[in-house]
């Protein structure tokens, strides 16, 4: 049966407009983005049987389009839609906190940072140029590979936040392992980074280490 001819209450972008997006299922909110199902099957089982192929939604998102079309009923306009759909939703976080509400809102900080580098295949290193209301004046991708010592380079980060104008910065780098515990190396590059920073009067106030579904903050453990 095509979802048009179920009862209008238990259609999801009915319920989604009468009850909130909140009160959707994962299956139920990717049924309303994929639109129509295929031979058989409405968008709400073909979405059921997507999130159950890959392991979850999560498992989804990740996978690459090759990977996606090889699904019956899937093909690249699909996969664009679901990507177009994940790409407003991390530059919601973004704007958010080009707004000013970065620091006042500690767990937009979070999310954000979250969403831009938990699924990374490889280490990332960035960093948050704040002004001196700790307003975000620009995010920045400095290093990516192997994240340690000898790879972050304090003299790169310390020109960035000169050339933006920054008077104090947040800094986070992902773990590809899913473990945010930081590593003596981490403790090792923050330092180093407060210390070269605190020469031109600009403050370090946190260094998130980000894994999967954790995010740790150096700061609040006094490590920074």
Same mark, same amino acid.
């Given at each position: 049966?095509?979802?048009?001819?179920?009862?209008?209450?238990?259609?999801?972008?009915?319920?989604?407009?009468?009850?909130?997006?909140?009160?959707?299922?994962?299956?139920?909110?990717?049924?309303? @983005?994929?639109?129509?199902?295929?031979?058989?099957?409405?968008?709400?089982?073909?979405?059921?049987?997507?999130?159950?192929? $890959?392991?979850?939604?999560?498992?989804?998102?990740?996978?690459?389009?090759?990977?996606?079309?090889?699904?019956?009923?899937?093909?690249?306009?699909? $996969?664009?839609?679901?990507?177009?759909?994940?790409?407003?939703?991390?530059?919601?976080?973004?704007?958010?906190?080009?707004?000013?509400?970065?620091?006042?809102?500690?767990?937009?900080?979070?999310?954000?940072?979250?969403?831009? @580098?938990?699924?990374?295949?490889?280490?990332? $290193?960035?960093?948050?140029?704040?002004?001196?209301?700790?307003?975000?004046?620009?995010?920045?991708? @400095?290093?990516?590979?192997?994240?340690?010592?000898?790879?972050?380079?304090?003299?790169?980060?310390?020109?960035?936040?000169?050339?933006?104008?920054?008077?104090?910065?947040?800094?986070?780098?992902?773990?590809?392992?899913?473990?945010?515990?930081?590593?003596?190396?981490?403790?090792?590059?923050?330092?180093?980074?407060?210390?070269?920073?605190?020469?031109?009067?600009?403050?370090?106030?946190?260094? $998130?280490?980000?894994?999967?579904?954790?995010?740790?903050?150096?700061?609040?453990?006094?490590?920074?």
């Amino acid at each position: 049966m095509r979802i048009a001819d179920w009862p209008q209450t238990e259609r999801p972008r009915e319920r989604l407009l009468e009850q909130g997006a909140g009160t959707l299922s994962d299956a139920e909110l990717l049924a309303i @983005l994929l639109r129509t199902g295929s031979r058989g099957r409405s968008a709400l089982d073909l979405a059921r049987g997507l999130i159950a192929d $890959f392991n979850g939604l999560r498992g989804l998102l990740d996978s690459s389009l090759e990977e996606v079309c090889r699904c019956p009923g899937l093909g690249p306009a699909k $996969f664009a839609q679901i990507h177009a759909a994940l790409e407003l939703a991390r530059r919601h976080l973004r704007e958010s906190m080009t707004r000013g509400e970065a620091l006042t809102s500690p767990q937009a900080t979070r999310n954000y940072l979250s969403a831009a @580098l938990r699924d990374r295949p490889h280490e990332v $290193f960035c960093a948050l140029m704040l002004d001196t209301r700790h307003r975000v004046i620009a995010f920045e991708e @400095l290093f990516s590979g192997t994240i340690d010592s000898a790879h972050v380079h304090p003299r790169v980060v310390v020109e960035r936040a000169l050339h933006r104008r920054a008077a104090a910065m947040i800094v986070a780098h992902n773990h590809p392992s899913g473990v945010a515990e930081p590593s003596q190396a981490d403790l090792a590059i923050t330092r180093r980074l407060r210390d070269a920073l605190g020469l031109v009067d600009i403050r370090l106030l946190d260094h $998130f280490i980000i894994g999967d579904g954790e995010v740790v903050s150096l700061a609040e453990r006094g490590l920074v």
